[in-house]
Nanobody
Framework: QVQLVESGGGLVQPGGSLELSCAASGIISSIYVMGWYRQAPGKSRELVALSHPGGTSNYADSVKGRFTISRDNAKNTVYLQMNSLKPEDTAVYYC?????????WGQGTQVTVSS
């Protein structure tokens, strides 16, 4: 059974930093695309960042230069380092791992950016 456990969300002031972690069990993460999505109130879920097995990464334009995705395949864990946070980054952040036809989601972790 595949399980994704996220941690690291919370309340942070504008300009601050947070690091999210997502530990996967039941898969060999090195062959999966691992990523982060977010959903703000009243909005659709959107891509934040993806990490591909070959080492490349993709980012939403809104987070480029501020967020960094990384992965530790030995620990089956993907991270999202978020710097220079803005109020508009406030959302529930979801971890996702996928390898067609499999697609798994974490339970979500709340990130609130507010003074």
């Amino acid at each position: 059974q595949v399980q994704l456990v996220e941690s690291g969300g919370g309340l942070v002031q504008p300009g601050g930093s947070l690091e999210l972690s997502c530990a996967a069990s039941g898969i060999i993460s090195s062959i999966y695309v691992m990523g982060w999505y977010r959903q703000a109130p009243g909005k659709s879920r959107e891509l934040v960042a993806l990490s591909h097995p070959g080492g490349t990464s993709n980012y939403a334009d809104s987070v480029k230069g501020r967020f960094t995705i990384s992965r530790d395949n030995a620990k089956n864990t993907v991270y999202l380092q978020m710097n220079s946070l803005k109020p508009e980054d406030t959302a529930v952040y979801y971890c996702n791992v996928r390898l067609f036809p499999f697609d798994y989601w974490g339970q979500g972790t709340q990130v609130t950016v507010s003074s």
